[in-house]
């Protein structure tokens, strides 16, 4: 059994990262799951939501935004529509993001075919400002 995951992190515009991590937590959309070395082979989809990743001591944390995830020989591969980093995400965009989601919202009945679109929009938003909240930690 190795000791090591191999993690690769694709969306359709680049390979966001390619990384030994020693364990992957993901949100996949029958809920969270937690890998380590040896882990079964599985194909799931995933949610929008936080993808981290534990190298050493140190945690390390993704925005994503629905994807895919498979685990096969100790090999994760995560094909997602987003993908980024703590470090790479902008907090004030975030922010603004998330206001003018949820103005949006208010303005909309949940049977219009908008108001899902919005929802996503504020769920990835929230999750954006939660992800970047992990900088420097």
Known sequence: MAEKLTLQLVTP???????????VTAPGTLGELGLLPGHTPLLTTLKIGELSYKQGNENFHVAVNWGYLEVEDDQVNVLVETAEPADEIDLERARAALGRAEEKLKGLDPEDKNFKIMEAALERALIRIQVAGHKGR
């Open 13 to 23: 515009y680049k390979k966001v990262l390619t990384a030994e991590v020693d364990e």
